[in-house]
C-alpha cells in the first residue's frame, strides 16, 4: 500500500457529463501530481500541485481542472466528457514540489473511468 | 525535451532465468531515472531510481538497474526471474532542471514462463 488513496475505483458515465475525481495523498506529502493512462497515450503527466498552489502543467485539456485543498487532498475535475477520455487516471504525491534526488512520486491505485 | 524509450513491448523469460527490461533515455542536464511497476489493477509501485554516484542501482524485490551515461541507457536486470515477477514495467525520467513531474516510457510487458 503506498499510502495514497484515490476514490472513486471506477466510475462509468456518460458522454458530456461532468464528474470529479478524488486523491488524498501520503501523509506529510505536500506535492500531488495527476496522471493519464490510456492505451493510445501511454502514461502521460496531467498537472502538479504543491502546497495548495499549482506548480506545474502537462498535456491537460482545457475541460479538465484540478485543486489541492488546504488539508491537502486533490481533486481532478473533468467536464463536457468525451469518449476518448476513458482511461486509468492516477494520482502520485512526493514531499517535495522541486526536483531533489529524494522525491520520489508515490502513485495510487488509480480510478478507472468509462465514458459511454 | 526529455524523453524515455522502451524498445520492447514484450518480454518474455523462463523462470530463473536473468531478465533484462531495457530502457534509454533523452534529457538535457544529468536526469534522474526511475523504474516502476505495474500489477493488474494496481497503480505503479516504485522499485528503484538512479540519481548520482554508483552506476548499479539495487531495488526492490531483487531488482536492479545500470546507468549507462554514453549509452543513454538505464536497463532494469534481476539475476533470476520469478512467476510474480510477471507485470508491467515503465521506465521514467525527470530532469533535475525542469519540473518536478516524470516523464514515462510506454512500458515492458514481462511475463515469467514456469
Known amino acids: 500500500d503506498s499510502g495514497v488513496t484515490q476514490t472513486p475505483k471506477h466510475l462509468i458515465t456518460a458522454t458530456g457529463q461532468r464528474v470529479t475525481l478524488r486523491c488524498s495523498p501520503r501523509?506529510?506529502?505536500?506535492?500531488v501530481y495527476w496522471y493519464q493512462q490510456s492505451l493510445d497515450q501511454g502514461l502521460q503527466f496531467l498537472i502538479q500541485y504543491y502546497n495548495g498552489e499549482e506548480r506545474a502543467k502537462g498535456n491537460i485539456l482545457e475541460r479538465f481542472s484540478a485543486q489541492q485543498f488546504p488539508d491537502l487532498h486533490s481533486e481532478l475535475n473533468l467536464s463536457s466528457l468525451e469518449l476518448g477520455d476513458s482511461a486509468l487516471y492516477f494520482c502520485?504525491?512526493?514531499?517535495?514540489?522541486?526536483?531533489?534526488?529524494?522525491?520520489?512520486?508515490?502513485f495510487g491505485a488509480g480510478t478507472r473511468l468509462s465514458v459511454l | 525535451a526529455q524523453s524515455v524509450a522502451q524498445p520492447e513491448d514484450q518480454v518474455n523469460v523462463a523462470e530463473g532465468n536473468p531478465l533484462t527490461v531495457k530502457c534509454t533515455y533523452s534529457?538535457?542536464?544529468?536526469?534522474?531515472l526511475f523504474w516502476y511497476v505495474q500489477y493488474p489493477n494496481r497503480g505503479l509501485q516504485f522499485l528503484l531510481k538512479y540519481i548520482t554516484g554508483d552506476n548499479l542501482v539495487k531495488g526492490s524485490y531483487g531488482f536492479e538497474a545500470e546507468f549507462n551515461k554514453s549509452q543513454t541507457s538505464f536497463h532494469l536486470k534481476k539475476p533470476s526471474a520469478l512467476v510474480s515477477d510477471s507485470a508491467l514495467y515503465f521506465c521514467a525520467v525527470r530532469s533535475k532542471t525542469g519540473a518536478n513531474n516524470l516523464f514515462f516510457g510506454t512500458g515492458t510487458r514481462l511475463t515469467v514462463i514456469p
Open positions: 501523509s506529510g506529502d505536500l506535492s
Open positions: 502520485a504525491s512526493s514531499v517535495a514540489g522541486t526536483g531533489t534526488g529524494k522525491n520520489i512520486q508515490y
Open positions: 534529457v538535457s542536464g544529468n536526469p534522474y
